[in-house]
């Protein structure tokens, strides 16, 4: 099993950038398709972002698409979660996880596991 730590969250005003990071450590890290997903106060954790084992391949919810982008440094074993253009409804904790399904497309967190422990986004207005 993968392990995954999540850093980089932290407060930005609206409009701001942020870069998360995914740190792998475990089973080789370059063997997974890998997916960022969030979870805001009282709200179900919904898919962010996903990219293949090369970083060839990614798709991402609509909410996010054309500001936010996933890529990974393989050799470095880490997963990145560029965050642009950010607005107040951007506000959760957000998780990195591999994906599990072979599915690729997939968007279901059932379809994801070896969840980090999260890192904090906040946005203000």
């Known amino acids: 099993q993968v392990q995954l730590v999540e850093s980089g969250g932290g407060l930005v005003q609206a409009g701001g950038s942020l870069k998360l990071s995914c740190a792998a450590s475990?089973?080789?890290?370059?063997?997974?398709?890998m997916g960022w997903f969030r979870q805001a106060p009282g709200k179900e954790r919904e898919f962010v972002a996903a990219?293949?084992?090369?970083?060839?391949?990614?798709y991402y919810a609509e909410s996010v698409k054309g500001r936010f982008t996933i890529s990974r440094d393989n050799a470095k074993n880490t997963l990145y979660l560029q965050m642009n253009s950010l607005k107040p409804e951007d506000t959760a904790v957000y998780y990195c996880?591999?994906?599990?399904?072979?599915?690729?497309?997939?968007?279901?967190?059932?379809?994801?596991?070896?969840w980090g422990q999260g890192t904090q986004v906040t946005v203000s207005s």
């Open positions: 996880a591999t994906m599990t399904s072979g599915i690729w497309g997939t968007t279901h967190r059932s379809h994801f596991g070896s």
């Open positions: 475990g089973r080789t890290f370059s063997n997974y398709n």
């Open positions: 990219i293949t084992t090369a970083g060839r391949s990614t």
